[in-house]
């Protein structure tokens, strides 16, 4: 029963926290860069805003268009219930494992790309071929990150690995530092952060994933965008559990959820002040270069992955 | 000089952990554009080689070691790079590295190299029983990637540069294999590397008053004069 009542928990606190760590980012990088930020509950209002204005549905687009963005916040609320974000050994952990996980992003990504291409501009195919170019390369690296991880705790299901990993203690990973370099490097691509996407621009010839949500109004864009919040903390969460592991309590155990809840907010703020430096430090890589990002990642895994073979930590 | 076990465990682990560094600043050398940044990995390089060294000579109370760290640590982290930073604004030399084949494919003809490196030192690693097992390999592949970076480079500086990346790699493998060579055969093989980097500074001026370039592609056509 308790065991639920976390599940339901860690369900509706990624729902509701992920435009709060967004709007957490964008302040900190306002901050960094010398702005005004806009407040962090910005993108709470924003998303409201959408969800009352009409949404129009581009001319000639099928079904499609219009199922897309519900699958998309469909896909990323069912990861948010199987991450080890709050607790491990949740009721739906066992539903997938992190292939499984890797498998709902991919096929959030397929159906938004589709859904890109179905509006029939050029703008949104350039996108959605521009996706598939990173996510190409960025998922080999993700999975050599995530098998590190699993190597080490002989187990893909990431609340095992978590448990394991936590029992670890402070124990020094060689190869646990290259997985976690290169997914940090996935995280960026993956989410449209900035050395291969810029979250905030609407530059015709730079941009990415508003790209593909170009022709999105309204409760869809909401939709769209709300998922994509969720998609970056889902990362993050991935991140924490796998690297940072320490903290994270054991489903049903409400004793330890205080903790837990602290453990996870202090994480998120250092995790978010991480990416808002590295936003604000780096420039955008020309789109050419970024295949030379994801295959330094895929390196970063792949040595990651042969140090655990070769010196067995 | 004993240590506690408590000490030795952490110490072991972080010995990997500067180990996988040395791999990884080979990779990261392999995929740099830029020269100056290309020296200044090299004295990381010689940096976590000095480390690593020390750290060897704490953990096995091998006194020698020390002196081969503070060697290490002497030469191959500070005056080497310096001397090389100098050479690059005396040669005024600028613009970026000219690979032969482009980065994405050396990177990944590294990681082959890294896996034939590993399987090929996982015998001799299964003979060691010293701590620093499983390092050789590691050692192997940092002298492997260092020869691709010379073979796919075409300036001259980029190309020592890969020379002295093989030389801490050397260095490394003989930390790693045998807690060290003998003193008088370390402080040899030092003075050779230097003298070697002397004779190749002098070697630039030359290729440069002859070239006015510093591609090495000028030394394969003969000239008749």
């Known amino acids: 029963m308790a065991a639920n009542l976390f599940q339901v928990l860690q369900t509706l606190l990624v729902l509701l926290l992920a435009p709060l760590f967004a709007g957490y980012l964008q302040n ?19 998303l409201l805003r959408l969800f009352h204005k009409e949404s129009i549905i581009a001319e000639g687009t099928s079904w499609l268009f219009r199922a897309t963005p519900y699958l998309l916040f469909a896909a990323m609320w069912l990861a948010a ?5 709050l607790a491990t050994a949740l009721p739906l952990a066992p539903a997938a494992d992190v292939i499984a996980l890797v498998g709902l992003f991919a096929l959030a990504r397929v159906f938004q790309v589709l859904a890109a291409m179905d509006t029939g501009t050029a703008f949104g195919t350039l996108g959605a071929r521009r996706e598939m170019l990173v996510a190409a390369m960025a998922e080999p690296a993700l999975l050599a ?9 002989h187990s893909t299901s990431l609340s095992s690995i978590v448990d394991h990993l936590e ?5 020094l990973h060689p190869s646990m530092v290259f997985a976690a370099a290169a997914f940090f490097m996935v995280l960026l691509a993956e989410n449209a952060r900035i050395p291969v996407d810029n979250p905030a621009t609407h530059l015709e010839l730079t941009m990415i994933h508003e790209a593909m949500i170009l022709e999105y109004s309204g409760r869809h864009l909401a939709l769209v965008e709300w998922a994509a919040q ?23 155990d409400l004793a330890a959820l205080p903790a837990a809840a602290f453990w996870l907010a202090l994480k998120l703020l250092a995790a978010g002040a991480v990416l808002a430096v590295i936003e604000t430090l780096l420039a955008k890589l020309r789109l050419f270069r970024a295949p030379e990002f994801m295959a330094t990642a895929f390196l970063l895994g792949v040595i990651g992955l042969l140090s655990y073979f070769m010196l067995g930590a | 000089m004993l240590v506690s076990a408590h000490i030795a465990v952490w110490g072991t682990s972080l010995l990997k952990l500067l180990a996988a560094m040395l791999l990884l600043i ?64 005396r040669l005024k030399v600028r613009g970026d590295v000219e690979a032969v084949i482009n980065i994405p494919t050396t990177l990944l003809l590294g990681i082959v190299l890294v896996i034939f490196a590993f399987s090929l030192a996982a015998p001799i690693s299964a003979l ?29 500086i980029s190309q020592v540069v890969g020379f002295l990346a093989m030389d801490n790699g050397l260095f490394f493998a003989a930390t790693s294999a045998t807690l060290g060579m003998p003193m008088i055969v370390e402080l040899g093989v030092a003075l ?3 003298i070697g980097f002397v004779i190749l500074g002098i070697f630039f001026f030359q290729m440069r008053e002859t070239f006015d370039s510093m591609d090495l592609s000028h030394l394969e056509r003969i000239r008749e004069e």
């Open chain 1, 81 to 85: 219930g199987i991450v080890p974000i």
């Open chain 1, 145 to 153: 990150a995530l098998f590190t991880a699993s190597l080490l705790s």
């Open chain 1, 28 to 46: 900190a990088r306002a901050l960094l860069q010398n702005r005004r930020p806009a407040g962090i509950l910005q993108p709470y209002r924003d």
């Open chain 2, 128 to 156: 060691t029983g010293t701590i620093t097992r499983g390092m050789v390999g590691i050692a192997l592949a940092a002298v492997l990637l260092s020869f691709l970076m010379m073979i796919t480079r075409r300036k001259a």
């Open chain 1, 230 to 252: 969720i998609k970056l903390l889902l990362y993050v969460g991935i991140g924490i559990a796998l690297f940072l592991p320490w903290g994270i309590a054991p489903a049903g």
């Open chain 2, 192 to 194: 050779d590397a230097l």
């Open chain 2, 26 to 89: 080979g990779f990261a050398m392999l995929a740099q554009r830029r020269l100056l940044t290309l020296i200044h990995l090299l004295a990381w390089q010689g940096f976590v080689l000095a480390l690593g060294t020390a750290l060897v000579a704490l953990l096995t109370g091998q006194t020698e070691l020390w002196y081969s760290a503070a060697l290490s640590l002497g030469l191959k982290a500070l005056l080497i790079p310096a001397v090389l930073h100098r050479l690059l604004r």
């Open chain 1, 167 to 171: 029992s670890l203690r402070f124990a």
